[in-house]
């Protein structure tokens, strides 16, 4: 391999091949569809692979819905927390379904959109596997999604479909089962009535020994029993542990402990690191091992860290280490805090070859801030 530049996202072809592997079996054992949630993922340099596995895109912003539809292709599924009248006028050529936030917001454009798409409306269901609050959508006074109690069946003259989103990497096939029993105990009178319902994403059924099979037979049951095509909405399953966000060496500190200062910062280019604090894994390191360091961002911000972790070796000025599992809501999340380089990005194929999706350079920076 030539030796790029760091910092670079390398994205590898066959471990997104082995993900969507797993999509397909999945997809197989349930009947539900499956479309790609953009917000974790839309480096659309990938899209070509992506596309045989999956039915298409769902979106959290206008650009998104452009973007899978210009790009993936498919189903187009545009949900929006809000949409101003100029962005409806924007998704709904676009777009095969409209999933409105609230019931003000499928009143107000319901007109407008009923002939365009099929709509749906996102549901509250009050439970949640979701780890941290940050990330609950069924967390007190949530916004997202109308609630069971604000409901009636009237609704079902204006939407043919619900969306209900209330996990965040859950890895607990009974945990996922035991609100999938929820919403069909607790909205069966509306499910049965619909043609279509999404469970959204945050279901990790991509991990190392995660039962697809038990998870797509209870989909597969939930859909019989309510006679509703099933939609699941997943990011981080499909794109985990497929790009490495690769780093260097560029000084060494001190003060009570070692700090390697790496050409990257969690804030700028890994922001779910901070935002969540949970530490990134880096490829190089040994648990335990004795020559301890800081991996410490090089941005402003004092507690800006990727993690600590320990090494054989003492690590080197110009050495490069690999930020394991970088795919996920990183490269839809770059900005240009502290002017610094934003990392390139790279695709390593099946075949060993190496694409460039993109590099930037000072000209990008500078264009984001004026013209
Ligand atoms: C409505 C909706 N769908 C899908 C997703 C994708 O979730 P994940 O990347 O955890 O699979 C999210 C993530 O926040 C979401 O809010």
């Not at 794109?239 to 402990?257: C, G």
Request: charged fraction near 20%; aromatic fraction near 10%.
């Amino acid at each position: 391999m030539k030796n790029l530049n760091t910092p670079y996202f390398m994205i590898n072809e066959q471990a997104l091949i082995d993900n969507l592997e797993k999509a397909k079996q999945l997809k197989e054992i349930s009947g539900a569809k499956l479309v790609l949630a953009l917000k974790c993922f839309s480096t659309w340099g990938t899209f070509d692979t992506i596309k045989p596995y999956l039915d298409g895109t769902t979106s959290s912003g206008p650009y998104e819905v452009r973007l899978g539809h210009e790009k993936f292709g498919g189903e187009t599924h545009a949900y929006s927390v809000g949409y101003s009248n100029a962005d409806i006028e924007a998704v709904k050529p676009l777009s095969d379904k409209i999933i409105f936030n609230s019931l003000s917001q499928l009143e107000a454009h319901y007109e407008n959109c009923k002939d365009s798409a099929s709509l749906g409306l996102r549901i509250n269901p009050e439970m949640s596997v979701a780890g941290q609050d940050l990330a609950n959508p069924a967390r007190a006074y949530s916004r997202l999604g109308v609630k069971q109690d604000l409901l009636s069946l009237d609704v079902l003259n204006n939407v043919d479909g619900f969306m209900f989103h209330m996990n965040c990497e859950n890895k607990d096939v009974d945990a996922f089962i035991r609100v999938l029993d929820h919403i069909s105990t607790t909205f069966t009178e509306y499910l049965d009535q619909l043609t279509w319902l999404s469970l959204g994403g945050g279901i990790f059924f991509t991990y190392p020994n995660y039962p697809i099979e038990k998870l797509g037979l209870a989909l597969k049951a939930f859909a019989e029993k309510h006679s509703v095509q099933v939609y699941l909405e997943p990011g981080e399953a499909i794109i985990t542990r497929t790009a490495d966000l690769v780093v260097s060496v560029i000084d060494i500190v001190e003060n009570d402990k070692q700090t390697a200062i790496v050409d990257s910062a969690t804030e700028a280019h890994r922001l779910d690191t901070l935002i969540y604090n949970e530490p990134a894994t880096i490829r190089e390191a040994t648990k335990g091992a004795t020559y301890n360091y800081v991996i410490g961002s090089c941005s402003c911000l004092a507690g800006d860290q990727f993690c600590e972790a320990q090494f054989e070796q003492p690590l080197k000025i110009g050495q490069k280490l690999h930020i394991e599992d970088s795919a996920g809501y990183t490269m839809v999340k770059l900005n240009w805090f502290n002017g610094l380089k934003m990392p390139s990005i790279y695709f390593q194929r099946v075949d060993g070859d190496i694409e460039v999706l993109n590099e930037f350079g000072y000209e990008d920076f500078k264009a984001t801030l004026g013209k």
